[in-house]
């Protein structure tokens, strides 16, 4: 399974991964941390996740086959620590009194006031920000995992499925039930 | 309570998408290094030092209980000088207060 560049990302980052990490890290950190973070909803273990991400890339560069992008690549590492990290973390009772208490609709508010749209429609959208993420948290790991992928992340089918191990048809099909759950919960609120 | 059109689903999503980037964004400005090279890995999160914390304390206490009493080193070499002391007054032929009366009578 090959992927062609998508972005200028892409092209910057050598074939050589040890050759360049540094660039690799300043690229592509944000967007593990992302997933992470809201994959796990907690800083500290995003952080961790996200530094466990990168040194595992390192140690591993001598065995990237560039048959998947490079962000496809580091994706499949960060799928697979934040899914070791929910499984460790059930047995960790006091770490949910440590899950940050902020939320993407409390940043929703700066790109949502753009001026364009009335008071009302901007309370809407934040409305529904709110509830897409409470959503998401409620949704069954790998389907949490697809939807993060594909609607925050913007990554495609194909790249979900190599990043998650699983079969194209079965990326689908969690992406459909979680963007049904998520549409079930929403129009609740509307 | 009405259900969404595909347009506002789409919509909400898309904001979605930009409000998690965003407050990713916040969340990571205390947290990430611009320009750091090769991770160094965290290893003890605030939790977890204080669980280690917990179990090293609780170690302590069933330790205390556990391990015996230390009665000091110099105990044998103590045992030593009072068995010497009792040793010296038994092997005595006369009791200190006649002692210079014995004396004498060895002179004579």
């Known amino acids: 399974m090959a992927f062609p560049a998508t972005s200028e990302m892409e092209r910057v980052v050598p074939a050589d991964v040890a050759q360049d990490f540094e660039t690799l890290v300043r690229l592509y950190r944000p967007k593990v941390f992302r997933f ?8 500290d273990a995003a952080e961790t996740v996200t530094q466990d991400c990168f040194l595992r890339a390192y140690q591993a560069s001598g065995r990237f086959r560039q048959d998947c992008s490079m962000q496809t690549w ?3 590492i960060a799928v697979n620590l934040v899914r070791d990290h929910c499984r460790n973390r059930r047995f960790q009772f006091w770490k949910r009194a440590s899950l940050t208490a902020a939320q993407p609709a409390d940043a929703a508010g700066r790109s949502i006031a753009d001026g364009a749209r009335s008071p009302e429609a901007q309370a809407l959208l934040k409305e529904r920000v709110a509830a897409i993420w409470e959503a998401a ?15 925050v992340e913007d990554m495609d089918l ?15 099909t969690h992406l459909f039930r979680a963007l049904r759950a998520v549409r079930a919960r929403l129009g609740g609120t509307a | 309570m009405r259900h969404l059109t595909s347009e506002e689903f789409r919509e909400a999503l898309g904001e979605f998408r930009c409000a998690v980037r ?31 914390a917990l179990v090293l304390a609780a170690v302590c206490i069933l330790a205390s209980f556990v391990v015996p009493r230390h009665t000091g080193d110099n105990a044998p070499a103590n045992d030593a000088v009072l068995l010497n002391q009792v040793d010296v007054q038994v092997s005595r032929t006369a009791p200190s207060s006649l002692e210079p009366l014995m004396k004498l009578v060895v002179q004579e």
């Open chain 1, 158 to 172: 194909m790249e979900i499925a190599c990043a998650t191990g699983m079969k194209e048809g079965t990326v689908k």
């Open chain 1, 74 to 76: 580091l994706m499949q």
């Open chain 1, 36 to 43: 992470a973070l809201a994959s796990l909803r907690d800083v």
């Open chain 1, 137 to 151: 948290g409620k949704l069954p790991e790998r389907q949490r995992t697809v939807f993060l992928l594909r609607f």
């Open chain 2, 22 to 52: 965003a407050w990713s964004e916040d969340q990571a400005q205390g947290v990430i290094a611009i320009g750091s090279a090769v991770p160094q890995r965290r290893f003890w999160t605030a939790s977890q030092q204080l669980a280690l």
